[in-house]
């Protein structure tokens, strides 16, 4: 299934009632076979990237090729090339698995003959065979997930994207799909575009990452990339009993300048790395400190999005909230 | 792929979805055929009125169900596809090759499967209590198809809701708006024999009275020819507009390119 194109969108906008810019502006490349990680808060203008790249909502401006066909001019073709796991499980409740697939095969035009044996290898695929014939009123979420991705590559696309195909799954559903995901990329050679609110699933999954705030692409690259623009890992120690924060504050102050901590830590950036760390605990104990913890923390994704946004994605969430509220 | 061949598969999850809603089943065969039990038990002496035209009110009433079916199936086309604008399934057929108008087309072929089931078992219970049909059994046979084209034009005009509104809701607050404009009809009477004016008038403009005037022809009278073009035009004229409109209420909401 190996492929010569990927996605690139020039300066993509779509501005909806109100002139309300949801996506304002975005450049981004995804390479053949490469799984690309689109992250942000609710409202950030993920899904309506989605919706414009799959051809389902035309751009108020900017340009886009899917697959090497153009969104707006050649949206039949792009829709061939692709497939697509949109935010809902989209399934009819009435009907069965089996016959979910069957009818996403026919509408593809896959000849009748190829058409069971296609639906069968899907379901296995996906873990579904048992219930295969169960209306789909009585599948779990992470049945309906897996079934969603099922249809969404029932006629074999070179191009999928999962618009946050996690969200609400327990953890063992949720590994289960990252596992199918990525055996996807990297045996079937299909390019992903996973749009997702959660850190961890851009950090395992995504080749590269692009994190979208406000409609606007802040950060792209690698997840070590986007860390090690972040820089040094930060440690942070909390006092036990007896012990002042002010006096452990003033030892770390030698080893990095303050960052954000728990309300119970200090915590500081290191100027060395995770190098400095023996140092920190000698000046400790010299002192005669007590602690009733010391962590060291690696940057991670969230720690890039506080940097380029201000906030943290967490907080992100709430203020989207409130503004959608 | 052909277009016919997409209608079949629309048209096949549409009938497998309806056979899977014991109510959008029970309704429409048990209502009808309740309310014309009723009501012909209760206006029976209505054909002792001078000029009435049968001696029989159950004949005479019997175009009703076939009309009322058609009304249900309005709600069952509409509430079907809201559905799918609600759960996001209209999104996953626009992803496919799927042509539009096949979409609705499709839709409302399930709807004619139910609407042809139902026709036949008002007209058997019909057939069961005495009505005796004028115009035989190639009557019986037209009846059919007009009352089945009948519940196509209104499922279009569900459909079209639908599309409008996106709102299962919406499309059932319809419902009894339309069910009105059957009783404002010459559903209970010959509109020569309405004695209130603005009822006669009413009757006169609505376009149910000329639907129901044709089945009812067919029932009680035999071939009238003028009755027939009525509804049969009336039909037409009906079923083409709200495909238009329906198709058009598509394009506006699947935006895709």
Known sequence: MAQAHGIEAEGLV??????????????????????????GPNGAGKSTTVHMLTTLLPPTSGTARVAGFDIVKEGPKVRTAIGAALQEAALDSLLTGREHLNLQCALHGIPRSERRARSQELLERVGLTLAADRKVGGYSGGMKRRLDLALALAHRPTILFLDEPTTGLDV??????????????????????????YLEEADALADRVGIIDHGHIVAEGTPAQL?????????????????????????LERFGEPTGGSAKGVAVRLEHGVSDLAGIVRA?????????????????????FLAKTGRSLEGAEEEEAEVEA | MSALAQVGYVARRSVLRTARQPANIIFPFVFPTALLAVTSAGLSPATKIPGFPSDSFLAFFLAFPFI????????????????????????????????????????????????????????AVGLIVGVRLESGIVGGIVLIILATGVAIAFGALGAFFALRTGSGEAVQGLFPLLFVGLFLSSMNLPRNLIEADWFRTVATFNPISYL??????????????????????????LAAAAMVLANWALQLRLTRT
């Open chain 1, 284 to 304: 400790l104990d010299s002192e005669g400190i007590k602690l009733e913890n010391l962590a060291l923390h690696a940057p991670s994704l969230d720690d890039v």
């Open chain 2, 212 to 237: 129901i005037e044709g089945l009812r022809s067919l029932i009680i009278t035999g071939w009238d020819w003028e009755a027939l073009g009525l509804a049969f035009g009336f039909a037409g004229l």
């Open chain 1, 227 to 251: 860390k090690a623009q972040i820089g040094r890992p930060t440690v942070e120690a909390t006092p036990a009993d007896g012990a002042t924060p002010e006096a452990i504050a003033r030892i």
């Open chain 1, 14 to 39: 779509r501005t909806f009632k109100g002139g309300i810019r949801a996506v304002d502006g975005i450049d981004l490349r995804v390479e053949p076979g490469e799984i690309y990680g689109f992250l």
């Open chain 2, 68 to 123: 009322q079916g058609a009304l249900f199936a309005t709600m069952n086309a509409g509430t079907d596809l809201a559905r799918d604008i609600q759960s996001g399934f209209l999104n996953r057929l626009a992803l496919t090759p799927l042509r539009g108008g096949a979409l609705i087309v499709g839709q409302l072929g399930g709807i004619a499967v139910l609407a042809f089931i139902q026709n036949c078992y008002y007209l």
């Open chain 1, 172 to 197: 063992q559903s949720r590994s289960a799909l990252w596992g199918e995901v990525a055996r996807l990329a990297r045996e079937d050679g299909v390019t992903v575009f996973l749009t997702t609110q």
